[in-house]
């Protein structure tokens, strides 16, 4: 437990001073144009992890005598749309949808019944001795029930998402058809904009240009949401959640 605070201590300690050092820097670029970052290799910088993608078997390049064709290619004209493991294609993505849902019911329902004793094998008379004076068998019981329910319900949603990306084929299926994956994400300020998009396809509705539009994946997955300060203060605290799980009413 000792060692949980000192460590504690000398983490919030760290941050304060590179908080500190941040807003000396700050200071310091006071009246000054803002400087354009160097130009350097990528893997010099911190962080940075070589990028492993699914990437087709190599095929040994062999050249026919007398013949334009070789062989490996992916047709006579150098076809560039996506067919193998490893290729990008470009999803368009234009999602609008809209929906309105009106429900309502009523239902009333009403009971009534009545049972009267005016003969029990003689065993009234021996039963008044036990029950008050005034009882009478012939309204021995005698229910009443009368029930109304009354529910309604609308729903009226409307969404819309346009945009494009590019995504890799991850997976050749044995029929052919190709499993595509892409993730794009966007970050303005202290604001990260994250687009995630799946699915199956078929190498026959890849445009010319190597499109293909969102209509034409199966089994299609797309998020589009966010992470950073923004989201954090929208997004409801922790405890709030919790009382929402718990609280009856």
């Known amino acids: 437990m000792h060692r949980l ?3 504690s201590i000398v983490i919030l300690f760290m941050a304060h001073q590179a908080s500190a050092c941040s807003h000396l820097d700050k ?21 940075y992890r070589p990028v492993s993608m699914p990437m087709p078997e190599t095929e040994t390049v062999s050249y026919n005598p007398n013949s334009l064709w070789r062989n490996g290619s992916r047709s006579f004209f150098k076809d560039q749309r996506a067919r193998k493991v490893g290729d990008i294609i470009t999803v368009m993505i234009e999602i609008t949808d809209k929906a309105e849902i009106d429900n309502e019911s009523t239902r009333d329902r009403t009971g009534s019944n009545s049972v ?31 029930t109304a329910d009354k529910g309604s319900g609308t729903v009226d949603r409307e969404e819309k998402l346009t945009t494009k990306m590019a995504a890799v084929v991850m ?8 499993v595509i994956e892409g993730r794009q994400e966007i970050r303005v300020n202290h604001e990260i904009r994250e687009i995630i ?37 929208q997004a409801p605290r922790y405890g709030t959640q919790v009382l929402d799980i718990l609280l009856p009413f």
């Open 171 to 178: 997976q050749e299926l044995p029929n052919g058809n190709l």
């Open 5 to 7: 605070v000192i460590k």
């Open 116 to 146: 009267s004793v005016d003969a029990l094998a003689g065993y009234t008379t021996l039963l008044k001795k036990f029950l008050p004076t005034d009882a009478d068998f012939s309204k021995l019981v005698d229910l009443n029930s009368t």
């Open 197 to 233: 998009v799946a699915g199956v396809i078929r190498p026959e509705d890849v445009s010319s240009i190597n499109t293909i539009d969102i209509s034409k994946i199966a089994e299609a997955r797309v998020s589009y949401g966010g992470r950073g300060h923004i989201t954090n203060v």
């Open 27 to 47: 200071i310091s670029e006071i009246g000054e144009t803002p400087k354009l970052s160097a130009i350097e290799s990528p893997k010099e910088k911190p962080g």
